[in-house]
């Protein structure tokens, strides 16, 4: 089956450790996105790739960084310098119509 | 700025009709997308209009007015599967998905 697999389910973190969330996708689509939600709130972009070595920072990059070195995969960290971290983060993917977004399952992180 | 507005919650009875607008100010216009969400879940796809008029898909209905920046998504015969947050998004000059923050609809028997 063709989809987008988010790894963990939950994940915590304790302070000032680096965690990293896994967004793999074999739905063969070059564009991928990180989002957050906060609870009540909508979907902010983190960071997006539209091709494998690229990608740019979305509206609250900040405390976080991302790697694309493989079409499949698009890694999220959240380092020590995102000073709230406590959310639901959602990876996507679309075959290149933007509006059209597939999503993984999520991943929520707490902190301790 | 870019501004999508949506309802925070709204309340609707099992087997009625429910609308939640949206309205949006945007930086161009590319497109207007409706999503489902289920609490703790992922959204998933519901609709999409970019031209002006209603688009139907079943229960589902979508209907987009460019120029009043208004949408909304109007849900027949409503279920009780139907409890869940919308999410109203809009594409913008660059391609780029601006959201809601999403209508959470409760549904009562």
């Known amino acids: 089956d063709g989809g987008i697999t988010q790894s963990p389910k939950y994940l915590f973190r304790k302070e000032g450790q680096n965690v990293t969330l896994s967004c793999e996708q074999n739905?063969?689509?070059?564009?991928m996105y990180w989002y957050r939600q906060d609870p009540g709130q909508g979907l902010r972009l983190i960071y997006y790739?539209?091709?494998?070595?690229?990608?740019q920072k979305g509206d609250i990059a900040e405390g976080y960084s991302v790697s694309r070195e493989k079409k499949e995969s698009f890694p999220l960290t959240v380092t020590s310098a995102q000073k709230n971290p406590t959310a639901f983060y959602l990876c996507?993917?679309?075959?290149?119509?933007?509006?059209?977004?597939?999503f993984g399952p999520g991943t929520r992180l707490l902190v301790l | 700025g870019q501004n999508i507005d949506q309802p925070t919650e709204m309340t609707a009875t099992e087997g009625a009709i429910v609308q939640i607008n949206c309205t949006y100010q945007?930086?161009?216009?590319?497109?207007l997308f409706w999503y489902q969400q289920h609490a703790g879940e992922a959204p998933t796809f519901l609709s999409y209009?970019?031209l002006d008029g209603l688009e139907e898909k079943g229960r589902f209905s979508s209907f987009l007015s460019r120029s009043k920046g208004y949408s909304y998504l109007l849900l027949k015969e409503l279920q009780m599967k139907d409890s869940a947050s919308y999410l109203c998004?809009?594409?913008?000059?660059?391609?780029?998905?601006?959201w809601g923050a999403g209508t959470k609809l409760i549904i009562k028997p």
């Open positions: 996507a993917s679309d075959p290149g119509d933007p509006g059209t977004q597939y």
């Open positions: 739905l063969n689509h070059d564009a």
């Open positions: 790739s539209q091709i494998v070595n690229d990608f």
């Open positions: 945007t930086s161009g216009f590319n497109g």
């Open positions: 209009n970019v």
């Open positions: 998004a809009v594409t913008d000059s660059n391609y780029q998905l601006i």
